[in-house]
Each structure stands twice: as C-alpha cells, then as structure tokens.
C-alpha cells in the first residue's frame, strides 16, 4: 500500500508541477512531452485525475484528531 500511496502522490505532483507551469507561462509540460491530443497525452491526464481521486481518501486520516497513523 505504501508503494501506491507513493505513485498517486508522484503523479499528483506532477499535475500540480504541470498546472503550475500553465498558469505561470502558459506552458504545458504533458503537451510539450507527449505531443497534442496524442494517447499517451490523455492518459496521463486520466492518470493525474485518479492522483487526485485517490489522495482525497487521506482528508479523514488527517483531520481525525484520534489517528496515529501519522504521529
């Protein structure tokens, strides 16, 4: 599980970095590496998306005052 968590917030990263470079200079990182509208384009999108998806699973575990997962 330990090795999941780490590649979805790899990714998740990565779209952030992505995202980040849009909004600073209209620079797309996906695009630039893997060519417009291409497969391989897309599925790094859907890649981030799921990122994103599974990282939402760690709001409970963070904001739980009992758990000591984390401590």
């Known amino acids: ?6 590649l979805f917030l790899t990714i998740g990263i ?3 970095i992505n995202w980040g470079l ?7 990182l996906v695009t630039f590496l893997f060519g417009f509208n291409s497969l391989a384009e897309r599925g790094v999108y ?5 990122s994103g998806l599974y990282m939402l699973m760690f709001y409970p575990r963070v ?3 009992y758990d ?4």
């Open 63 to 65: 904001m739980s005052p």
């Open 68 to 71: 000591k997962t984390y401590k």
């Open 22 to 28: 849009i909004g600073l200079f209209d620079f797309n």
């Open 46 to 50: 859907v890649l981030v998306g799921l």
């Open 1 to 6: 599980m330990k090795l999941l968590n780490c």
């Open 14 to 16: 990565v779209g952030a």
